[in-house]
């Protein structure tokens, strides 16, 4: 058997001191380096909505550490405590989820952007749901992205069913806050999840800036009488105002309706389009103006 000289083992001792010595300046010294490491960056001081992300995607953590799930300062004081600790084992993986922007849910991410989820439909909010649903169900896709499909009645018309669509549409708006981060998704339920800023029909007119332009308005008497004339012999108008006799009829209807909420059967689908043909100036009534109003 050849024997290995001494010199030799000495150099590949050598050589396993100096690559230990390599890999143990490779380890993060920090917890700040540690998270760094990782590709993590840290929530700097300023950042409160970032704050108020973690807290509340992480309330068990922040309990465990004593800190409450309202307590921004609680958190910021935790991380600027520890984060340049060298003994950084048995925090690190709180660190991972309460110093780092690093959102995992779209809830989280919505709290980043906006400082919460205020300006979403609540779950309380059924009235609003339905606003939501009637203004947007013309959105191409949107249907197929709820989860919900209208019957079709014989006349090829979609039925309205209020209460099955709000319920199809809260349940999307609540299920994909607590999806994982995606962009898309993210920008979808921040459009479609939030109220419209008005309820009535009166009050998505003035919202148009048509308010001068109803024929309710006493400035607008002789065209409320021409419009009277132009419908007094339509059979839907003698439905639905029977024994009409004067243009005081028809301002009479107009202002019952103009305050009926959109969240009533009926109201977008037949009302409202009613109302803007039947208590608008002629000019104000185009298919123009009934789209803009279906904007998100």
Not at 170 to 188: A, G, I, P
């Amino acid at each position: 058997m050849k024997l290995v000289p001494a010199v030799v083992l000495l150099g590949f001792g050598s050589v396993g001191v100096g690559g230990w010595y390599k890999f143990s300046n490779l380890k993060p010294k920090t917890l700040r380096q540690y998270l760094e490491w990782q590709g993590l960056r840290l929530i700097s001081d300023s950042e409160s909505n970032y704050w108020a992300a973690v807290l509340d995607e992480n309330k068990e953590v922040a309990k465990r550490l004593g800190i409450s799930d309202s307590d921004i300062k609680g958190v910021k004081g935790w991380c600027q405590k520890h984060i340049d600790s060298e003994n950084y084992e048995d925090l690190k993986d709180s660190a991972s989820l309460l110093c780092v922007d690093n959102p995992r849910t779209v809830k989280a991410r919505i709290i980043q952007l906006d400082g919460g989820t205020g300006k979403l439909i609540s779950n309380s909010e059924s009235e609003k749901y339905k606003v939501a649903y009637v203004f947007r169900k013309h959105i191409d896709g949107f249907h197929d992205l709820i989860g919900y499909k209208p019957a079709v009645g014989e006349d090829g018309k979609e039925v309205e069913e209020l209460d099955k669509a709000k319920e199809a549409f809260q349940k999307w708006c609540e299920d994909s806050l607590k999806k994982s981060v995606d962009d898309t998704l993210v920008m979808n339920v921040r459009t479609l999840c939030t109220p419209k800023r008005f309820t009535t029909i009166k009050e998505l007119i003035e919202q148009n800036g048509e308010k001068g332009s109803l024929l309710t308005e006493t400035e607008n008497q002789s065209e409320l009488k021409k419009k009277y004339k132009e419908i007094q012999n339509l059979a839907s108008w003698k439905k639905d105002k029977s024994g009409a006799s004067s243009e005081n009829d028809l301002k009479t209807w107009c202002t019952e309706n103009q305050n009926k909420n959109f969240h009533e059967d009926k109201v977008f689908s037949e009302i409202y389009p009613k109302f803007r043909f039947r208590c608008l100036k002629a000019s104000e009534a185009s298919p123009k103006q009934v789209s803009n109003s279906l904007l998100p």
